[in-house]
């Protein structure tokens, strides 16, 4: 007898998450084709301003596993950033050392969370939202300009290396040849991407965090530490949105306080239309992934028409999170009434 | 030992204890700046109008008493929170400023619709954002803050679009009048008033009060005991939605504009601040309205302070993230209890030596 799979909901969503992106995609192509939007390199584009979100969405999913949230992403990512600019810019400092001390400053930052969080047992949403308006704060006692790297050399030759791919090159309108080209925070988001997929699935704490969020009573009865395990979600969350402040870093070469403004709703809107529930247990990086797409394809839909004003971009992604926590809600409801 | 006692587990204990605390800082620091040493209390009447920092604060603390009253019920209802306060208060000013003074004007001095027209339909906007978080929470069972993140990040976008980009100039004294003054008095003072008396009439003399807290302290009982629990709650969220409203017709008539971009920036902590400030738990149940208001005025005194000491804008969230955790981590359970069986542990000890 055959065994056939049964399609369930989760993975249903999913399915309409990949869906979702093949088919504004290929409108784009479609509508935009004079653009440019058909060749390789807006694809690659995409992924190169979105190699950031990718790093903190991938965190996001993890905390949303457990069943909790992490707002202070954006505002951590700003400090991060202004750090990184002002030890390069001011202090002379090298920009190796600075980065494994943003790393540092992340891991500290989650982990004074998730103490509070697991150990105290506040809201998540009330804690990260004090470290993101403690993360604004900061940037601005840092320095309250807009800051930008000029002088340190091995941070902007790392930021200025072209990964050239061997395939998909074209010869533009001037007949130059185009070769398509990621840079260096794309292959860092993407290993990110592959360690959390395979932590997820095969370690004993990406297990852990599934059996947390789905229900945490019987966590606790399996005999699992709830309370170190929320430690460590929210001091991995904390650690990767500090990788993906270093490639936002690399991308815009500049610190300032307005700096990534509302990135944990587009993080948050990653997730979630990738498929992980918000009652937590439920979720996948690889579902985030194609997410930050969806959202770096709207985004940069809006830019490619250049008529339509950038709050579009903003309703866009708030309606689309609006579809897909109904949808959610709905398949819940449908579950409950089969039980 | 025991005075102390009761009076720390005293309900107001703590939004009158952080408000006194915050006076004595200012005292301090007025003494130190060799200023006279009650200047923060003193009020004058200048220009035929109040003046004061005393009535700076209240003045300024308006807008974010307004929003704790509607936050005050969503928190005890729904034991959540709802972070979209400032994009609402931001896209019903402008609303209201876009009937005012048309689509895609930047700047006029007379109104198209009656005033009346405009600040009702901005009041409406704020409803209907209110009914929209409602149906979310209540009727599909989200949760409370992942509903209100959609109009966070929407509803100061969809107010940017209504203003083609624009900030929209309302220069009409009848409009000016909501954060102007009223009489002598700053009129934001008189609409909170206002607003904190119908909410505190309604709750005391019907029984919305008690069906909320009773919701909040545990929904699925009072639906046994024959209560609508998600209709209270859609109606909670409504109450806040509406606040909103009219805290965004003050801040926009304050600087007769509707400036999307700042009009509530951050609001939404301030709220939830006064809430947490004013002795309310944060996970539902029982609440107090009148610790909020004292907790919303704290927060404007604190950032008042904040200001006159030196500290910018940008930096001040630092202090009042602090603050946050400070008084949530007093407020948790694990905390109450280690200070409990500390407690226990020294009563035995003297009782030991004594022996």
């Known amino acids: 007898m055959k065994t056939k799979k049964k399609l369930n909901s989760n993975t249903l969503l999913l399915l309409i998450t990949i869906v979702l992106f093949v088919v504004m995609y290929a409108a784009g192509c479609v509508m935009y084709s004079n653009k440019g939007f058909t060749h390789l390199q807006t694809f690659l584009n995409i992924l190169i301003n979105n190699a950031g979100l990718l790093c903190v969405a991938c965190g996001m999913t993890c905390i949303m596993l457990t069943g909790g949230i992490d707002i202070s992403v954006g505002s951590l990512i700003a400090m991060d950033c202004m750090f990184l600019v002002v030890g390069m810019e001011s202090w002379k400092m090298n920009a190796v050392v600075l980065c494994i001390l943003v790393l540092l400053i992340g891991l500290v930052f989650g982990a004074i969370q998730g103490f509070f969080i697991g150990y105290l047992q506040i809201q998540p949403f009330i804690v990260t939202m004090a470290g993101m308006f403690f993360g604004r704060g900061m940037t601005a006692v840092i320095c309250s300009k807009q800051v930008s790297v000029s002088t340190n050399e091995l941070f902007l030759k790392i930021a200025n290396i072209k990964i050239k791919l061997p395939f998909g090159s074209y010869v533009n309108s001037k007949g130059i040849e185009q070769i398509p080209f990621i840079r260096v925070p794309v292959v860092v988001a993407l290993v990110v991407l592959v360690v959390i997929f395979l932590m997820l699935r095969y370690t004993k704490f990406g297990r852990s965090l599934y059996a947390v969020g789905g229900n945490e009573q019987s966590a606790i009865m399996m005999g699992l530490d709830v309370k170190k395990t929320k430690l460590k979600a929210y001091m991995l969350s904390s650690f990767l949105c500090s990788i993906g402040g270093i490639c936002y870093c690399l991308n815009t070469m500049s610190g300032s306080v307005q700096q990534a403004l509302g990135l944990e709703m587009d993080a948050i809107a990653s997730s979630v239309i990738g498929g992980t529930l918000l009652t937590g247990g439920v979720g996948n990086v690889i579902g985030s992934f194609f997410g930050v797409l969806i959202n770096g394809t709207i985004s940069s839909l809006v830019k490619t028409n250049g008529k339509l004003l950038s709050s579009w971009s903003n309703i866009a992604v708030a309606a689309l999170l609006c579809f897909f926590i109904v949808l959610q809600s709905v398949f819940a409801k449908i579950k409950d009434s089969k039980k | 030992m025991n005075n102390v006692k009761k009076l720390t587990s005293k309900r107001l204990f703590l939004p009158i204890f952080c408000m006194l605390l915050v006076m004595m800082v200012n005292i301090i620091a007025d003494i130190a700046a060799g200023n006279f040493a009650f200047s923060f209390f003193t009020i004058s009447i200048r220009n ?245 208001i004292i907790g919303a005025y704290t927060i404007q005194a604190i950032t008042t302070t904040l200001l006159a000491v030196g500290v910018s804008t940008a930096q001040a969230p630092v202090f009042k993230a602090v603050i946050v955790l400070i008084i949530v981590a007093i407020q948790a359970p694990p905390f109450k209890a280690f200070v409990k069986q500390r407690s226990v542990k020294r009563t035995l000890a003297k009782g030991g030596a004594a022996r």
Do not use: H, W
């Not at chain 2, 400030?277 to 609440?287: D, Q, R, T, V």
């Open chain 2, 48 to 292: 035929g109008v109040l003046y004061g920092r005393l009535i700076d604060v209240l003045n300024r603390g308006s807008e974010v008493a307004i929003l704790a009253i509607g936050m005050t019920l969503v928190v005890s209802a729904s034991a959540g929170t709802d972070i979209s306060v400032g994009s609402v208060m931001s896209l019903s000013a402008a609303f209201c400023c876009m009937l005012l003074a048309g689509y895609g004007v930047s700047s006029t001095s007379d109104l198209q619709v009656p005033l009346l027209v405009g600040v009702l339909a901005g009041i409406l906007m704020g409803g209907v954002c209110g009914c929209f978080n409602g149906f979310l929470v209540a009727g599909l069972n989200v949760q409370p803050m992942v509903a209100t993140l959609i109009l966070y990040s929407a509803a100061r976008a969809i107010g940017l679009l209504l203003c083609n980009n624009l900030i929209v100039y309302i220069r009409n004294e009848s409009f000016q009048f909501f954060g102007g003054y009223c009489g002598f008095i700053p009129t934001p003072i008189v609409i909170a008033a206002v607003c904190v008396a119908v909410t505190a009439v309604l709750l005391r003399k019907t029984a919305l009060g008690l069906y909320i807290q009773s919701v909040g302290i545990n929904k699925k009982a009072s639906r046994i005991a024959g209560l609508n629990s998600s209709k209270i709650i859609f109606l909670c969220y409504a109450v806040c939605g509406i606040c909103a409203g009219i805290a965004g017709i003050v801040a926009a008539s304050r600087i007769s504009s509707a400036d999307s971009n700042n009009i509530g920036m951050s609001y939404e902590m301030d709220a939830i601040l006064a809430v947490a400030l004013g002795g309310n738990s944060l996970g539902g149940g029982k609440f107090s309205l009148a610790g909020t």
